[in-house]
């Protein structure tokens, strides 16, 4: 990987520049021209290794989500994999080995249209009931990955603390709502991309810039910066840990594993009874299955987990992966009803 790629993806992953032209301020501390940073982007979106440039927030505080999965049998799978994937709500859509084997994620500007999804999708899936396991308490949020060859997550702070961020949801002003509907698509690959996303929304690059920094200050905003997608990385086993911990015993449990550093995701959901028992996930992303495996054994015995029953759920295939979208764009129609 070149020396200027390798340092695009590693370095600029969150803190981006909130400056008229961000990418002549990431050109200045690379020792290269602004354009030479604008193609390198270009060139790692279109190989599958950048997903956008953009912002993450964070769950709870705009719009409302929830993680869903089915029990597909496996002759229906692709088809039934296609038609989630074609609801525009649904951002990420992965088979993982159990027999819920169809897990995605529903983000919607309210938990009224997220329910609404949810009983679509079980209707037309015809597979049963879809389990429907919102979050509630998060404890590491980041999805950082360093492509150094560390192999660890790089969230520089903040393991085990999300849950003391406020996450009330936040009401958005309608010059808000399209500053959301724009992000959503990601900063533009141009040398003023904030003035770009203000004429988009109807606003100015100053209230543009304004907003971003109130939102990070705020944890509306989980962090703006390159948004790298981990299996193009060469992080090819993903797996989802998840464990049945009593409801007084959680927190703690979940603030120690979330101070794992190769940990990227950890939060406490709902269960699903009686089909469901589990309330505590944590996402592993390793370079292969044995490297995976290896570090869930030792964070089962490094936290003190071994008491508690729990299940490795790998994935399989990838359907569909993008930017969670909590409001529809512009040009976005919804189809499905």
């Known amino acids: 990987m070149p020396a200027l790629d390798g340092r695009l993806l590693n370095e600029f992953q969150r803190d981006f520049p909130l400056?008229?032209?961000?990418?002549?301020?990431?050109?200045?501390?690379?020792?290269?021209?602004?354009?030479?940073?604008?193609?390198?982007?270009a060139r790692l979106i279109a190989q599958g290794c950048v997903s956008r440039v953009g912002a993450t927030f964070v769950p709870g505080r705009i719009g409302a989500a929830t993680l869903a999965a089915i029990a597909v049998p496996p002759q229906r799978l692709l088809q039934v994999a296609e038609l989630v994937s074609s609801f525009p709500e649904v951002n990420h859509n992965y088979e993982r080995?159990?027999?819920?084997?169809?897990?995605?994620?529903?983000?919607a500007p309210d938990k009224q249209q997220v329910d609404t999804v949810v009983r679509d999708i079980e209707c037309s899936a015809r597979c049963g009931r879809v389990l429907s396991l919102p979050m509630v308490e998060p404890y590491y949020l980041d999805l950082g990955f360093d492509?150094?060859?560390?192999?660890?997550a790089t969230g520089r702070n903040g393991r085990g603390q999300e849950l003391n961020a406020q996450r009330t949801n936040v009401p958005l002003a309608p010059g808000e709502r399209a500053l959301v509907s724009s992000l959503q698509e990601g900063l533009p690959l141009t040398s003023a991309p904030y003035a770009e996303l203000a004429l988009r929304a109807g606003t100015t690059e100053a209230a543009v810039l304004a907003t971003l920094k109130r939102w990070l200050d705020a944890r509306v905003i989980n962090r703006l910066g390159v948004i790298v997608r981990h299996h193009e990385l060469g992080y090819h086993a993903n797996a989802m840990v998840v464990w049945d911990v009593p409801n007084a015993e959680v927190r703690?449990?979940?603030?120690?594993?979330?101070?794992?550093p190769f940990v990227t995701l950890c939060y406490r959901r709902l269960r699903y009874p009686p089909d469901w028992r589990y309330n505590l996930y944590c996402m592993i992303h390793g370079k292969d299955r044995n490297e995976g495996l290896a570090q869930i054994a030792a964070l089962r015995a490094n936290c003190n987990l071994v008491r508690y029953p729990f299940e490795v759920l790998f994935s399989r295939q990838r359907f569909k992966q993008r930017g969670a979208r909590y409001l529809p764009a512009a040009a976005e129609a919804v189809t499905h009803g």
């Open 19 to 41: 400056v008229p032209r961000p990418y002549q301020a990431l050109a200045l501390r690379l020792g290269v021209s602004e354009n030479e940073v604008i193609a390198a982007l």
């Open 97 to 107: 080995e159990h027999h819920f084997n169809l897990w995605f994620v529903i983000t």
């Open 147 to 152: 492509v150094s060859g560390s192999n660890a």
């Open 252 to 260: 703690a449990v979940g603030r120690r594993v979330a101070m794992t």
